[in-house]
């Protein structure tokens, strides 16, 4: 029973209408298109398997890890964020995961999931406005609320980036819903290989392009996407 009843909240919560906020990011994509850097669905693939995916790999899956083996201590999961924020070298990626991060701590908050409305309290009422509430901190600590395991926690974490970002791709008019679902098959055959392999040590990222391509999203009002 327990583990029907994770699995559903597993699926809830990765469900595309599940109010979390990311669908309001394109980590890049958005300027990569503009100039004309990504054009079609093979594009939309390589930017996920050398830049989303490794970035997730070496750097979001440390602290979803680390705040899942937290979670009940909430002081840890503070220095978790912590190491988190100070770890973030592009403050536009960071006042994102920060966004999605603090968005789904709401929402779980309000639905009853475990640890979630202690650990927003603990931030509303600390000087953490810029510097808590990281996705992947956050992702962590409601995975181990709803019961889910340590892989589980991870799937799940990871799952949610790489359908954001096709769903970006769809948004900008890159992809059909076909071609989309298509790229979410062949990226999860690859992501599952790459799961197997050892967790890293300690955080760290190196995804030029889409970094690059954040810091130089054009001004105005033509933008989907706040990055």
Same mark, same amino acid.
């Given at each position: 029973?327990?583990?029907?009843?994770?699995?559903?909240?597993?699926?809830?919560?990765?469900?595309?209408?599940?109010?979390?906020?990311?669908?309001?990011?394109s980590?890049?994509?958005?300027?990569?298109?503009?100039?004309?850097?990504?054009?079609?669905?093979?594009?939309?693939?390589?930017?996920?398997?050398?830049?989303?995916?490794?970035?997730?790999?070496?750097?979001?899956?440390?602290?979803?890890?680390?705040?899942?083996?937290? $979670?009940?201590? /909430?002081?840890?999961?503070? =220095?978790?964020?912590?190491?988190?924020? &100070?770890?973030?070298?592009? +403050?536009?990626? @960071?006042?994102?995961?920060?966004?999605?991060?603090?968005?789904l701590?709401?929402?779980?908050?309000?639905?009853?999931?475990?640890?979630?409305?202690?650990?927003?309290?603990?931030?509303?009422?600390?000087?953490?406005?810029?510097?808590?509430?990281?996705?992947?901190?956050v992702?962590?600590?409601?995975?181990?609320?709803?019961?889910?395991?340590?892989?589980?926690?991870?799937?799940?974490?990871?799952?949610?980036?790489?359908?954001?970002?096709?769903?970006? $791709?769809?948004? /900008?008019?890159?992809?059909? =819903?076909?071609?989309?679902?298509?790229? &979410?098959?062949?990226?999860? +055959?690859?992501? @599952?290989?790459?799961?197997?392999?050892?967790?890293?040590?300690?955080?760290?990222?190196?995804?030029?392009?889409?970094?690059?391509?954040?810091m130089r999203?054009?001004?105005?009002?033509?933008?989907?996407?706040a990055?």
């Amino acid at each position: 029973m327990a583990e029907v009843f994770s699995l559903l909240r597993f699926l809830q919560c990765n469900d595309t209408s599940f109010p979390s906020g990311a669908f309001a990011f394109s980590n890049g994509l958005e300027t990569l298109v503009h100039e004309d850097r990504v054009r079609d669905a093979k594009g939309i693939l390589d930017v996920i398997q050398t830049q989303v995916l490794p970035r997730w790999l070496s750097f979001d899956r440390y602290f979803v890890r680390q705040a899942f083996e937290c $979670a009940g201590d /909430l002081e840890l999961i503070v =220095a978790a964020d912590r190491e988190c924020h &100070l770890n973030n070298t592009n +403050a536009d990626l @960071a006042r994102a995961s920060r966004r999605i991060g603090r968005a789904l701590l709401n929402v779980h908050s309000k639905i009853g999931t475990p640890g979630a409305a202690d650990y927003k309290a603990l931030l509303s009422s600390a000087d953490a406005m810029d510097r808590a509430g990281y996705e992947p901190v956050v992702q962590g600590l409601i995975s181990e609320g709803l019961g889910l395991d340590n892989q589980q926690a991870e799937v799940a974490a990871l799952n949610s980036t790489l359908m954001g970002f096709v769903s970006s $791709a769809v948004r /900008l008019g890159k992809l059909g =819903a076909i071609e989309a679902q298509g790229i &979410l098959a062949e990226v999860s +055959a690859i992501a @599952a290989k790459r799961l197997e392999g050892g967790r890293p040590n300690s955080p760290s990222s190196f995804s030029p392009l889409a970094d690059i391509a954040v810091m130089r999203k054009a001004s105005g009002g033509a933008n989907l996407f706040a990055t």
